[in-house]
Structures are given as C-alpha cells and as structure tokens.
C-alpha cells in the first residue's frame, strides 16, 4: 500500500510569490490533514477535510492560504502571496479510523 | 485547550541501553488517544506506538512501552535495547476522542543515540 504521497519536497521562493503543495492521501482514508511545521516545533494543524468538506479551518490564515480538495482524494494548499513567516515544512496526512495519522514526507518552503 | 508538553529538548543513550522520554498533557476530557511519533532527519512523521485513554494496560510495540498514568495526566515512552536507528526526534500527541480530530503536537525530543 503507497503511503502519503506530497510534491514538491523542497520549494525556494520569493516573497510575494505564490506557491502550492500536492497531497495525494492512502487509498481509502477520507479524513486529510494539512499541518504546518516551523523549525523546532511540533506541526500544527492548517486545516482538515472529511471527503470534500474542510470540516476544521479555524487555523488557516484565510486572507493568503487556501485549500481544495476536490472529489475527496487528493488536495492542494495554496500560498499566495508567500511571506518570509511562511517558511516552514508543510505535512500532510490521512487517516481512515482515526486511529493514528499517516504522514507524507512534507514539503520544506523557504521564502526569501 | 488541550496541551502537550515535553520538557526535554534532547536525551541521549548508548546503544544497547535504555532510555524514557517524559510527555504530560492537560485535558478536561476523559475519551482520548495518545501517540509518540518519531522524526528522522527525512522528515516523515512515524507513528510508533498508540494508547487509547480508556485502557489501564499500557501499550507496548516490541522495544518501545509507554507508561500511562491517567490521574498524573503523564504519557512517557521507553526505549529498550536503543539501536542506532532509533536516532531522531520524537514527538508526543494527543487527540480528542472525536473520531478524526486533529493531533495536537508537544514541541519534541531530540534523541541521540552514541555507539
């Protein structure tokens, strides 16, 4: 069984650009995770879906990210304009039971 | 708010030892889950081992144990016989019982393992 799958894994960035993250989540999970992950922190969560519907957003600067995931499978996070603050890893994960997330191997955004 | 703290930025260990790495939590709530999480230096988060609140047994994964004390609100992991690849931060969780709620992250340990 494939894993989470995230692209790019490295993106370097002006800011004021735009920039955008793929995940594509394990077969079958219908819960996926955005999560942020600045440099010696633990991730905290952008936003999460059920299917098609962001069921929790409260976290996800809404005036610069935005997130789809349509046809409830994979997703894609968006940053536009991107600012130096942004730069981070992003991760995303999936999960069936909510028993335990399955993570991607994130994507590290550097903005300069 | 739910909140989880690790108060150890970094542990080390000789390989064959073993080591605890200490997580408390602070929650109103009385259905939840706690998770350990390592981090390789790939980034990947991989979930090593699970404990379900309502359970007084305490998890175990081959060389990695969790002591839960509920009362103490206190999740601390174990690491028996520490091999070489155990190296890595490690990272404490929490989630509400709510089906597919979010994972709330400590701020992680740093894990050096010494041949």
């Known amino acids: 069984e494939a894993g989470v799958v995230q692209s790019p894994r490295y993106k370097i960035i002006e800011k004021k650009q735009p920039v955008a993250f793929w995940c594509n989540p394990i077969?079958?999970?219908?819960?996926l995770y955005w999560y942020r992950q600045n440099l010696g922190q633990g991730p905290e969560l952008l936003i999460r879906?059920?299917?098609?519907?962001?069921?929790?957003d409260s976290q996800l600067p809404k005036d610069r990210f935005s997130a789809e995931r349509l046809k409830g499978v994979d997703s894609t996070l968006k940053i536009q304009p991107a600012e130096l603050g942004d730069s981070a890893v992003y991760l995303c994960?999936?999960?069936?039971?909510?028993?335990?997330?399955?993570f991607g191997q994130g994507t590290r955004l550097t903005v300069v | 708010a739910q909140t989880v703290t690790q108060s150890q930025p970094e542990m080390s260990v000789q390989e064959a030892e073993t080591v605890t790495l200490s997580c408390t939590y602070d929650?109103?709530?009385?259905?939840?889950?706690l998770f350990w999480y390592k981090q390789p230096p790939s980034r990947q988060m991989i979930l090593v081992i699970r404990?379900?609140?309502?359970?007084?047994q305490n998890a175990t994964e081959n060389r990695f144990s969790v002591n839960f004390q509920k009362a103490a609100k206190s999740f601390s992991l174990k690491i028996s016989d520490s091999q070489l690849g155990d190296a890595a931060m490690y990272f404490c969780?929490?989630?509400?019982?709510?089906?597919?709620?979010?994972?709330?992250f400590g701020t992680g340990t740093r894990l050096q393992v010494f041949p």
């Open positions: 077969s079958g999970h219908n819960t």
């Open positions: 929650t109103s709530e009385s259905d939840y889950y």
């Open positions: 994960a999936s999960t069936r039971t909510g028993a335990g997330a399955f």
């Open positions: 969780a929490y989630r509400s019982g709510l089906n597919t709620d979010k994972l709330i």
């Open positions: 404990q379900e609140a309502y359970k007084q």
């Open positions: 879906y059920e299917n098609e519907e962001a069921v929790d």
